[in-house]
């Protein structure tokens, strides 16, 4: 049998007292309007929130730069910042990017002298072409190799070539590891060079692009090597093999390597080529003793410094904990020339633009084609991108980078007025440069 309404404790709480007077009753029909007014206004809050949280989609950064203009290092101190769990998993696999950056380095050294004791001339390079118009910074001139007597090479340098000889392999081995994106890109005849913005079409339409979601090889959300993390089986117990065979030879080899980098007939070879290898991305031989050991962990510095080229788009997806939770995706992009076409599909949804201008490379080359001067090619790209009807409501920053390695080479003497003209007799150093290089933006659209 039901209850009756009169046995219902709610309802005999609420029941209106049974010797209600006409004013008592008037008073209580409008607190309760009142009450049900604020708690129909609380549901209100409460769809709209839920709607809100909805419709809450990431935030889209890309990061575009030219090769080595530090897109991915920018990343890594994101990654270190705000996403310290992800950083910490695959700081593991940073060891073999790290060694490979040291044999490569130590290998360089050995081809440059075994060039250099069988007598062979140094490489010339090549003259530069006026490639594209004159708004752009003069290349810089080529550098002449100063004449020298022979230099001295002996039984010890002879040793030192044979006993690293296994170094050759494990780089192979690494980089069969690692992947495609453990080589850097070098200018070949053949390939066909593009121009500093392949993704502007000069107000015509562009050619028929297949839609994002299908274009599997421009995104690559994660690397092989860091893939393999997360092997299991056979696949774990082979790489693990692989590493401990490259940790046992690296740290064998450690005194040797030691040896070759401060010799110092090694060192007045490198002077006489103009290699300044110590002030490359990815260089590691002044720290022999502490990387090439069984035992080595890389740090975040390590990590940070290592050179690991990025091809197609890399996307890395960044909560901020601290900040409601909002959810970031990263853009992280192969930065040559033959890669930036693929950048064009993520200009139509992206929030932000994060532009890398390493304003140190006045007077480098571009890996792709040494024809082309580095801060040229950063000059028309970053133009071209303020420039893009696509990117017309992007917020752009502009990041002036790599200052600390401009101060050093101003410091060793390089004239930034012998590879620009239009710097005149201005102050050789590293605020002066920064101002000019800020005019960058005046000569973009817009600049936050
Ligand atoms: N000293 C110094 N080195 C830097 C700086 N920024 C980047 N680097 C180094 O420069 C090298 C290249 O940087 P990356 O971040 O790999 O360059 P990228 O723009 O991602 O290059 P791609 O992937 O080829 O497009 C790395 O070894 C970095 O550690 C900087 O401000 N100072
Ligand atoms: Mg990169």
């Known amino acids: 049998m039901g ?16 010797n209600e007077t006409a004013e008592e009753r008037e008073v209580r029909l409008k607190t309760e309007a009142d009450a049900r ?84 001339p140094l490489p010339s390079e090549a003259e530069p072409e006026d490639t594209e118009d004159d708004e752009a910074p003069a290349p810089p001139p080529r550098a002449l190799p100063a004449p020298t007597s022979p230099l001295q090479f002996t039984e010890k340098h002879a040793l030192l070539k044979l ?39 000069g107000g015509s339409p562009p050619p028929e692009l297949p839609k994002k979601r299908h274009q599997e090889f421009f995104i690559r959300s994660t690397q092989s090597w860091k ?19 490259a940790t046992e030879i690296v ?104 532009f890398l201008a390493p304003i140190n490379c006045f007077d480098e080359r571009l890996a792709e084609d040494p024809r082309v001067n580095r801060l040229e090619d950063t000059y028309r790209l970053w133009k071209s991108v303020c420039a893009s009807k696509l990117l017309a409501k992007t917020q752009i920053i502009l990041f002036l980078n790599k200052c600390d390695l401009l101060d050093k080479k101003l410091k060793n003497g390089v004239r930034v007025k012998d590879h620009i003209h239009t710097f005149g007799d201005r102050p050789n150093n590293v605020e002066t440069v920064q101002r000019c290089a800020s005019g960058f933006a005046e000569h973009g659209v817009r600049c936050v």
């Open 37 to 120: 007014k604020v708690s129909d206004k609380i549901d209100e809050q409460l769809r709209a929130e839920k709607a809100a949280l909805k419709k809450k989609r990431p935030i889209k950064v890309l990061l575009l730069g030219q090769s080595e203009s530090g897109k991915s290092t920018t990343l890594k101190n994101f990654q270190i910042a705000y996403a310290a769990d992800a950083w910490a998993a695959e700081r593991a696999a940073w060891r073999a990017v790290i060694q490979l950056n040291l044999v490569r380095n130590v290998n360089t050294i050995l081809d440059m002298l075994a060039e250099e004791m069988s007598g062979s």
């Open 163 to 201: 006993r690293l000889a296994p170094l050759r392999r494990i780089q192979k081995d690494l980089e069969d590891r690692i992947g495609a994106s453990s080589g850097e890109e070098t200018f070949s005849p053949s390939t066909p060079v593009t121009s500093a913005a392949p993704f502007d079409f």
């Open 3 to 18: 209850r009756s309404i009169d046995e219902d404790p709610l309802s005999l709480a609420i029941a209106p007292p049974p």
């Open 251 to 354: 740290a064998g080899c450690a005194d040797d390597m030691d040896a070759v980098w401060r010799d110092a007939t090694v060192q007045e070879m490198l002077r006489r080529r103009g290699v300044r290898m110590e002030l490359t991305g990815g260089f590691f031989l002044a720290e022999v003793a502490r990387i090439a050991t069984r035992d080595y962990e890389p740090s975040d510095d390590d990590i940070v410094r290592a050179r690991l080229r990025t091809l197609g788009v890399q996307e890395y997806k960044i909560k901020f904990e601290k900040q409601n939770g909002s959810e970031w995706y990263f853009y992280d992009v192969g930065g040559s020339r033959t890669q930036r076409m693929a950048w064009y599909p993520y200009f139509d949804d992206c929030d932000a633009i994060i």
């Open 227 to 245: 893939a393999d993390l997360a092997a299991n089986g056979l696949a774990k117990k082979n790489r693990a093999a692989q590493d401990r065979e």
